[in-house]
């Protein structure tokens, strides 16, 4: 059995002789094997072929640079290659069998090729039940993209499976993903979710390659805590307050917490099913209204927030004066006689309009209603602008879209608005511009203005539009050629550049009717042609595209003769044609006949001689 390398043009003079001696021949075959049949990149592999051909010529191709050891034997070849380093790992092997009338028959494997990266996006630390989740999960590259299978599963059981159709590029690293959407619930809570990538093997035989696995927390907060109902207490009178917290998940884990003007106070908290109850037993002091604070959450959870209720309740005993504003006490004094209290207040803008009650309560010592009487006053404040926040119709600006700008101050008194650019006032609280232009970028400023003062915000508008003013710039053996249609020689080195305007910047791609053989595009602007060829005669199309529109150029590109063909050409017409056509005319000259008109009067004393000099009419000659 013969091994050897065939180059791909001797397999192609080859072939069709083959052909034809045997296409009606039926007989060997050939088989092709890979250990292991998924290999991880920059792992070993062993390649194994097999035929029935009792005197084969083998023929295997690897791409340039993938060198093998190899071991032979009747019938069978195995290569080992101690490191796989390419994506695209395709295995062909060729049989040429000499007693099947030297029949071709061919087997080919493209071999898959991964690696183990598997990421898991973290989910949040717990998750509240009841609302939905999404656990993401981004697979390790693999070659062909369509032999990766990602699956989610809830301990064992397989919830959501995910694969491409697609084999995609071997050049391009696609990540396959696999998001799983779910509405969390107690079932959940301590449940390991776990992604597992695997290799399709073909004949429903799949190759596990990486997992990674992720452990939930959930809970259910809905209510805040509620304080049962308290009516007033004497000073210094011990009172027991109950604090609970309805439809909670784990119960188990919510710390439910008293407090008083800032200190905890002590508290023994009891679970019952979903529901957490703490009590505290509190003497209050002083008289007056006395707030008490129930705060709820999960110590072991800090990413959820707590949630409290409150309550004021009323220690009797004298004469409370209290200053508050909409939600706050402010001042709050008490006294057995009259009583004057005082709160200073530094003018802000954001006290413009708030609104101040005077409370007087009188306590009294027996467990009666208090008298209660209220007088409201509201605060202005004068102040310059100090906010003008500025709002957009449309987020982008989008050459041939229309945009309006809107700019509203905050002052006392209100202030007055405009729009200016470029030193032009352009109009007041809203402008707006039908249809933007590249002459609408620049940076627009709103001026707020009153009394107090004044304040400017600009706002810098960026014009986004489809490609424009697209040319083909064409450079032969690193000289630049203009115009179309361009002329080059074969072996000619043809390098086109591709440039557009646009915003954001235009990608580029190429039409060729070469179908790209033997054409370079790297970098997508750039179409380099390292050697003209026939094929390479045709046009040439560049399309610029962006998100907003496309463009096109055309560039005419024609392939003549080379420097080889041209002197090859003129050897011949030195060496075939030209004696030819010198002894042609001289045969044409010497052996002149035909019928002749000689003028009158003319003497000719020796015809043979003097033939060239005879002057004649209406010849038919031979010779023409």
Request: hydrophobic share 35%; net charge negative.
């Amino acid at each position: 059995m013969d091994f050897r390398l065939i180059s791909p043009v001797a397999c192609i003079c080859l072939f069709p002789l083959l052909f034809i001696v045997t296409a009606n021949v039926a007989g060997f075959e050939v088989s092709l094997d890979t250990n292991p049949p998924a290999v991880e990149f920059g792992d070993s592999l062993e390649v194994i072929c097999r035929t029935t051909c009792p005197d084969p010529t083998v023929t295997v191709e690897y791409k340039p640079g993938i060198h093998s050891n190899r071991t032979n034997g009747t019938g069978w070849f195995t290569d080992y290659i101690p490191s796989v380093q390419e994506w695209d790992f395709t295995v062909p092997c060729s049989v040429i069998c000499k007693s099947d009338h030297f029949k071709l028959k061919e087997a080919k494997k493209v071999v898959t090729v991964y690696n183990r990266e598997l990421n898991i996006t973290s989910p949040p630390e717990v998750l509240e039940i009841n609302k939905t989740y999404s656990l993401e999960c981004t697979g390790p590259r693999v070659y062909p993209n369509n032999k990766l299978i990602l699956t989610w599963l809830r301990g064992s059981e397989i919830v959501q499976s995910n694969s491409t159709g697609e084999p995609g590029s071997p050049d391009e690293d696609n990540r396959l993903q696999n998001v799983f959407s779910f509405t969390a619930s107690t079932s959940d809570d301590r449940q390991e979710y776990t992604c597992l990538a695997e290799v399709d093997l073909g004949s429903n035989t799949t190759k596990p390659i990486a997992n990674s696995s992720v452990t939930l927390q959930t809970y259910y907060f809905p209510d805040p805590p509620r304080i049962l109902d308290q009516g007033p207490i004497e000073v210094k009178q011990e009172v027991t307050l109950t604090c609970e917290v309805p439809n909670v998940y784990p119960a188990e884990k919510m710390r439910v917490r008293w407090s008083q003007q800032g200190g905890e106070l002590n508290s023994v908290t009891t679970t019952n099913s979903n529901t957490v109850q703490a009590t505290t037993v509190w003497v209050p002091q002083e008289i007056g209204l006395m707030e008490v604070v129930c705060t709820a959450d999960f110590e072991e959870y800090p990413s959820v927030p707590a949630k409290n209720d409150s309550v004021y309740i009323a220690v009797y005993g004298e004469l409370e004066l209290r200053l508050k504003n909409r939600t706050d006490i402010l001042v709050n004094e008490s006294s057995n006689t009259g009583l004057t209290i005082y709160h200073p207040v530094d003018a802000q803008a954001k006290l413009d309009g708030q609104q101040y009650i005077c409370e007087a309560e009188l306590k009294l010592h027996s467990k009666t209603t208090p008298i209660v009487k209220q007088q409201n006053a509201t605060l202005r404040v004068l102040y310059a602008p100090i906010e003008a926040p500025v709002s957009k119709e449309q987020e982008d600006w989008i050459e041939g879209k229309s945009q309006t700008l809107t700019c509203h101050a905050e002052g006392n008194p209100a202030p007055r608005v405009s729009w200016s650019k470029d030193g032009k006032i352009l109009s007041r609280e809203k402008l707006h511009i039908p249809s933007v232009q590249l002459g609408h970028g620049g940076q627009y400023i709103c001026t707020a203005i009153n009394k107090y003062g004044s304040i400017n915000v600009s706002l810098n508008a960026i014009i986004l539009y489809k490609p424009r003013n697209t040319t083909i710039t064409m450079s032969v053996n690193n000289k630049t050629v203009s115009g179309s249609p361009v002329s080059v020689s074969k072996g000619d080195e043809v390098i086109m550049t591709c440039d557009s305007n646009a915003n954001p910047s235009a990608t580029f791609e190429w039409e060729d009717p070469s179908n790209a053989n033997n054409v370079e595009t790297d970098p997508p602007e750039v179409l380099r042609i390292p050697h003209a060829t026939s094929e390479h005669h045709g046009i040439y199309k560049c399309t610029a595209t962006n998100r907003y529109g496309t463009e096109e150029r055309d560039m005419d590109l024609r392939v003549g003769a080379g420097i080889v063909e041209a002197v090859i050409g003129i050897l011949v017409f030195i060496v075939v044609v030209l004696p030819v056509a010198l002894l042609l005319y001289w045969y044409c000259t010497v052996h002149k006949s035909g019928r002749y008109v000689v003028q009158n009067n003319l003497l000719i004393s020796d015809g043979i001689e003097l033939a060239e000099n005879v002057p004649l009419n209406n010849v038919s000659n031979n010779c023409e």
